[in-house]
């Protein structure tokens, strides 16, 4: 079973860049998580998924962040205009369901902004 | 809001001797708890689980216990080996699914 799959890897762009992660969950799971993952720290939960609905994004800076899943696979993470605190690993999670106990991990996204 | 408190931030143990972190959570209808293992520059992954209805889990060298009364669960690691080294997370899944983490614990098997 492939796993879950990030692109880019690695990133580094200037403070008020934009920049975009894509994520490709495992092959039907239905529940996707946008996770970022500051040095040191524990991931913290950006934004989470039901198919192509939004079931929390509480934690998402919605003035700079935004993210979609437009068809219930595939999701794309934005942000526009990058700051300095943005450096961070952008983690990518899905789990077949919403209460799905493991979530599975993709490689991540290491992002720099200078 | 709902937190998670880990400790210690870093343990250091001699190869062999056992190896214990700690978690509290806050959120009361919390129920499941994973444990996540994440080596140095790699993804975190689920090394031991445990649902609300249960006191203990184990699985070979990893056990996990929970305390439902006083809010905490403790991850043990036993016979500690140099590939245990890494950093593990605790987590906690409130009522609307969301895994709120701990800060991590980075354990060091000393040779």
């Known amino acids: 079973e492939a796993g879950v799959a990030q692109s880019p890897r690695y990133k580094i762009i200037e403070k008020r860049q934009s920049v975009a992660f894509w994520c490709n969950p495992i092959?039907?799971?239905?529940?996707l998580y946008w996770y970022q993952q500051i040095l040191g720290q524990g991931p913290k939960l950006l934004i989470q998924?039901?198919?192509?609905?939004?079931?929390?994004d509480s934690q998402l800076p919605k003035d700079r962040f935004s993210a979609e899943r437009l068809k219930g696979v595939d999701s794309t993470l934005k942000i526009q205009p990058a700051k300095l605190e943005d450096s961070a690993v952008y983690l990518c999670?899905?789990?077949?369901?919403?209460?799905?106990?493991?979530?599975?991990f993709g490689p991540g996204t290491r992002l720099t902004v200078l | 809001g709902e937190n998670v408190e880990q400790h210690p931030s870093t343990l250091s143990v001699q190869e062999g001797d056992s190896a214990v972190i700690k978690c509290t959570y806050s959120?009361?209808?919390?129920?499941?708890f994973p444990w996540y293992k994440q080596e140095l520059g790699k993804r975190p992954q689920l090394i031991i689980d445990?649902?609300?209805n249960v006191g203990e889990k184990k699985d070979q060298r990893i056990a996990v216990t929970l305390n439902k009364t006083a809010k905490h669960f403790s991850l043990h690691i036993t016979e500690t080996q140099p590939e245990d080294s890494a950093v593990y997370f605790c987590?906690?899944?409130?009522?609307?699914?969301?895994?709120?983490w701990g800060a991590g614990t980075k354990l060091i098997i000393k040779p």
């Open positions: 445990i649902r609300s």
């Open positions: 092959s039907g799971h239905a529940t």
């Open positions: 999670a899905s789990s077949p369901f919403i209460g799905g106990n493991e979530q599975f």
């Open positions: 987590a906690a899944r409130g009522t609307n699914y969301q895994l709120i």
């Open positions: 959120d009361s209808a919390s129920n499941y």
């Open positions: 998924f039901q198919n192509n609905g939004v079931v929390d």
